[in-house]
């Protein structure tokens, strides 16, 4: 069963405007982390953000949030004042289990972002 | 600058043939693990190792094999048995001593089957 899904496939978004990138996930673990990686045209995989199950709080990184509604399952990435250099693939992974003794990371699918100048 | 890094960049080999792709981190990370991706999909879990000498498999470990002799190093070989090998593959790794124990990607190989 898919554990991680992104539904937006590809978005545009105008620079210097605010885009928020969905993500849902299953899991009936109580202890979970989420990650989002944006990669660019060269391939590489590049952290931008995480969120515990039990963190109280959003996590914000810069111009990086992350909308975790628990109840709901879902854990937006929200980018504001987007840039050209944002214009990537983003994608949405789930661990479940403690971070320190769980080791595999479930992706989703990705959502391709077209930042529009 | 500590990294991982993954070579050749591009790589081209006949069908049938084995393959094997470089992996190394200076990074200190117990944990690495190999991933593939094909064009517009997410990555998917080949094999990963917690510690040296000792890996597991992952969601698609089949026609694939890996070692971990060191703690820097984890090559991963694409057999002959592997139906569909054209893919983008990466290497990570992760310590668990750096609180959120996320993972650290290098920057991958094409591998092309011809």
């Known amino acids: 069963a898919q554990k991680i899904t992104q539904t937006q496939p590809g978005m545009f978004v105008q620079e210097k405007e605010a885009v928020t990138l969905d993500c849902t996930y299953d899991t009936s673990d109580p202890s979970y982390g989420l990650f989002w990686y944006k990669q660019p045209s060269s391939g590489e995989m590049i952290f931008l953000i995480y969120q515990g199950s039990y963190d109280q709080q959003n996590a914000t990184e810069g111009r990086y949030s992350l909308n975790f509604q628990k109840a709901r399952k879902s854990a937006n990435l929200v980018i504001s004042a987007s840039q050209l250099g944002d214009s990537a693939m983003y994608f949405c992974a789930m661990r479940e289990g403690q971070k320190d003794s769980s080791y595999k990371l479930i992706f989703g699918s990705g959502t391709r972002l077209l930042v529009r100048p | 600058d500590g990294g991982i890094t993954q070579s050749p960049k591009y790589l081209f080999r006949k069908e049938g043939q084995n393959v094997t792709l470089s992996c190394e981190q200076n990074?200190?990370?117990?944990?690495m693990y190999w991933y593939r991706q094909d064009p517009g999909q997410g990555l998917r879990l080949i094999y990963y190792?917690?510690?040296?000498?000792?890996?597991q498999k992952g969601d698609i470990a089949e026609g694939y094999s890996v070692s971990r002799e060191k703690k820097e190093s984890f090559p991963l070989t694409v057999t002959s048995a592997q139906k569909n090998p054209t893919a983008f593959y990466l290497c990570a790794s992760s310590t668990p001593m750096r609180g959120l124990n996320e993972q650290f990607f290098g920057p991958g190989t094409r591998l092309t089957v011809l």
């Open positions: 190792s917690q510690i040296v000498n000792d890996f």
């Open positions: 990074l200190n990370h117990d944990a």
